[in-house]
């Protein structure tokens, strides 16, 4: 990988791991939730799967990015996108700035997709996965993730059209406009079925344990199919039921698949430690879906089932394989360490049980408990990834 597009997947990484800090802040303040909600995918989980995805996937793939300016383009694009749609909820904010939020954002993931599509042009089903030799027996795995990576653009491109003809009334949608429409296709058919199939392939080199060749057959197609019905059927009705419990068997799928690449592991990282909390998290937010599709819905519920997916499933998720991409023990600054990183995340683990509680059996002083406990630990990631970033770049 060139050091031109090493540096700008960085930035992308680091603009997302900011947009983190800002998400926690803004819950805390109790501002809107569509302004949380961008903050926290358009901003936190989507600017870090940016960020990793322009440098892993055309490596999965056997291919160099074809545009390594790419990030750079994007980066400025999707900063100012998702400025803009977490500040149009807000009082007095004019509908403009959600609009040209909404259109710079789609913007960024034009040039996202256009890179990566002409990157994977002559591969596009992943045949040709860059597998080495001495890892011949993960081929299968390895074909059958790749697979599913064009679906993942597929989610990106009409998501955020749905974003964008939600502000540009002049756009015909693709389905109503409804706003929860255009997250849970980003949230569930991008960043999560993305989580899926390079998880598949990429925790398993992290625990050097071997993954059966069955396993991404049972996470991935209900991963891939679940996001639009659920779009689809929101927020009631057969397909919606349908769609929640696709995703179900996707992520409880994914969650018994790790838990056991992780007992299986002789090895002791601390970044292990974020997808094991994750998936505890995601099967806690399909429990809560379930219980929307086939029960009544507890408004009270509805914020803690975004907060379980984003901050827990998603976000522990992206936190644990950030650590392992950038190890806070390379940091020479104070405080960089595995104890710190470890807190950081117990502490969002934490925010998220109190937030929980609170939402269920009403506790006063919970939910802004937990938030502090969020913000504080989101804080403490920020300060480890962002240190080793700004340590890289002194040289």
């Known amino acids: 990988m060139s050091a031109t ?19 926690q802040g803004a819950a805390l303040a109790g501002l809107p939730r569509r302004t949380t909600v961008a903050l926290g995918l358009y901003g936190f989980v989507l600017g870090v799967v940016f960020g990793k995805a322009y440098s892993l996937v055309p490596s999965y793939f056997d291919r160099s990015l074809a545009w390594e300016r790419a990030p750079a383009v994007h980066l400025p694009l999707a900063v100012v996108g998702t400025a803009g749609l977490a500040l149009a909820p807000l009082e007095p904010v004019p509908a403009a700035v ?48 790749n697979l599913f990576v064009p679906v993942v653009f597929a989610y990106l491109a009409v998501g955020s059209w749905e974003t964008l003809a939600g502000r540009v009334t002049v756009l015909p949608a693709l389905l109503d406009g409804y ?22 392939r990429l925790l398993p ?38 769609g929640a419990v696709l995703e179900a068997v996707a992520v409880v799928g994914f969650a018994a698949a790790y838990v056991r690449l992780y007992r299986a592991s002789d090895r002791e990282r601390v970044g292990f430690y974020g997808p094991l909390l994750g998936v505890g998290f995601g099967v806690l937010a399909v429990a809560l879906g379930l219980s929307f599709a086939f029960a009544t819905v507890d408004p ?23 650590f392992q991409f950038y190890p806070p023990t390379v940091g020479r600054f104070a405080g960089a360490g595995d104890r710190l990183a470890l807190a950081s995340m117990g502490l969002v683990a934490a925010g998220l049980v109190l937030e929980l509680v609170g939402a269920a059996v009403p506790v006063a002083l919970a939910p802004t408990a937990g938030r502090t406990l969020a913000l504080v630990g989101a804080v403490a990631y920020a300060y480890l990834v962002l240190g080793v970033f700004v340590q890289r770049a002194r040289g």
């Open 5 to 23: 597009l090493s540096q700008w997947s960085r930035a992308l990484v680091a603009s997302g791991v900011a947009w983190l800090v800002a998400w």
């Open 98 to 145: 959600g609009t040209a939020g909404a259109a710079t954002w789609a913007a960024g993931v034009a040039v996202f997709l256009a890179a990566l599509g002409w990157t994977l042009r002559d591969n596009p089903t992943g045949a040709e996965t860059g597998t080495g030799d001495h890892n011949a027996d993960r081929r299968p795995v390895d074909r059958a993730a």
């Open 179 to 200: 706003p929860p429409r255009a997250t849970h296709l980003l949230a569930a058919g991008g960043a999560a079925l993305l989580l899926f199939a390079v998880g598949v």
């Open 205 to 242: 080199r992290f625990l050097v344990v071997d993954l059966p060749a069955w396993v991404p057959w049972v996470v991935l197609p209900p991963g891939a199919l679940g996001p639009a019905l659920l779009a689809a059927g929101l927020p009631a009705g057969p397909v919606f039921r349908a």
């Open 300 to 322: 009270a519920l509805v914020a803690a089932h975004y907060r379980l997916n984003l901050l827990g499933f998603l976000g522990l998720s992206i936190l644990g394989v950030t």
